[in-house]
């Protein structure tokens, strides 16, 4: 994926920024160090949020490699 990405910048002339490549596993990375710590620490409410949070890192990785088969 990182490839098409670059692949990309190379045929337009545009360079991608840091946050541009590295934002969005950022992002997940923090869902998911917050989903383990909330399930890990709390209970009730707390397993819930952590289910959610840890579940949007599923979600992205079946997303990209769905939009990647395309």
């Not at 360079?15 to 590295?22: A, E, R, S």
Request: no cysteine; charged share 10%.
């Amino acid at each position: 994926m990182a490839g098409q990405a670059e692949g990309r910048a190379m045929k337009t002339g545009h360079h991608l920024t840091l946050w541009q490549v590295f934002g969005a596993p950022a992002l997940i990375a923090a869902f998911s160090l917050f989903g383990l710590i909330a399930a890990l620490l709390g209970d009730g409410l707390w397993d819930l949020i952590g289910v959610l949070t840890l579940g949007v890192s599923v979600i992205a990785t079946v997303w990209a490699l769905a939009a990647r088969r395309r």
